[in-house]
């Protein structure tokens, strides 16, 4: 039975982890029709209903659920000691995917890997913009990067910059016309431009401490967006005041087209991390890939 199955079942695991018959068929190269006379002929061998389909959406049932769950990470590990012996080559090979920041992508990642891929053609990187907590392992991503070194339980934190600090900033233009402000409680009565969090579905609250008092604050303004860079742009025409990377802001206070505030309530944080699971079959690739990214200071 298994033998008659193993296909069925990956068959299977490929609708339930998109959720969508057509996302599932194109990923497997197959006819949408085809993918869902396979499952269908699963579930009938199976003798139980695995998935509940509707007009618009596919999700799976308890009991699809419970195997998508058992049979799921089994069959990653063998596609991870697959791989492991795929590595064994003479060339490390194979596509990394990571989820991260922008700004960490443009400051952290890319300018380590960037010296290290052209020695290592077959491998592949995959980098994909996200601002909230992505699950990595559901959404079958190979790494995440975030702020601190805190991650959930089963998570492997590797740190891969120097501290991070966000801070205040504002158009020389915008500073000439509203006082600059002298505490953080000052912003709510200045044009901001806040952040939105994808996955909180809420906008970002400014993140201050002194002297051993942290404050968060909600501000509030005209513009609202889901990036930093943007965030820096409109900052830089005069649209308020804005919360980025001292990074990223640093490049225009120097070219005078920024100015910093607030500068004693912004506080340094932990770096970025790069974080994965702790059960991840490392493969050659991979390992070359943190390794490059691991921060030796």
């Known amino acids: 039975m298994l033998r008659e199955n193993v296909n069925d079942l990956l068959a299977f695991l490929a ?18 029709s085809g993918l869902s006379h396979i499952v269908r002929g699963l579930e009938e061998r199976l003798g139980v209903r695995l998935l509940t389909r509707t007009t618009r959406s596919v999700a799976p049932t308890p009991e699809g659920e419970h195997l998508l769950k058992t049979i799921g990470p089994r ?8 791989v492991a012996l795929t590595d064994k080559r003479e060339r490390p090979a194979g596509t990394i995917r990571i989820t991260a920041e922008d700004y960490a992508i443009d400051h952290v990642l890319w300018p380590k890997l ?4 052209r020695d290592y053609p077959d491998i592949k990187v995959e980098f994909v913009i996200d601002y909230g907590l992505t699950d990595i392992v559901a959404e079958r991503f190979d790494a995440g990067v975030r702020l601190g070194e805190i991650v959930s339980q089963g998570m492997i934190a590797v740190r891969i910059s120097p501290e991070q600090r966000m801070i205040v900033i504002g158009s020389p233009d915008y500073l000439e016309r509203n006082p600059a402000p002298v505490t953080p409680q000052d912003l709510t009565r200045h044009q901001c431009i806040n952040l939105r969090l994808p996955t909180r579905g809420g906008l970002y609250a400014w993140e ?4 051993g008092e942290d404050m968060r604050v909600r501000v509030d303004g005209q513009m609202t967006c889901n990036g930093i860079t943007q965030i820096r742009a409109m900052a830089v025409d005069g649209f308020g005041l804005g919360f980025i990377p001292d990074g990223l802001a640093m490049p225009e206070i120097e070219a005078g087209r920024l100015v910093q505030v607030l500068a004693d309530w912004c506080p340094h944080y932990p770096g970025y991390h790069l974080y994965y699971p702790s059960r991840r079959q490392s493969s050659a690739a991979f390992n070359i890939v943190v390794d490059a990214l691991r921060e030796r200071g």
Not at 15 to 32: C, D, I, N, P, Y
Not at 114 to 117: N, P
Not at 208 to 211: A, M, N, S, T, V
């Open 15 to 32: 609708v339930a982890r998109e959720r969508s018959f057509t996302k599932a068929a194109a990923k497997l190269g197959m006819s949408q």
């Open 75 to 82: 069959f990653e590990e063998i596609e991870g000691e697959l």
């Open 114 to 117: 960037r010296k290290i891929l």
């Open 208 to 211: 201050f401490e002194k002297d």
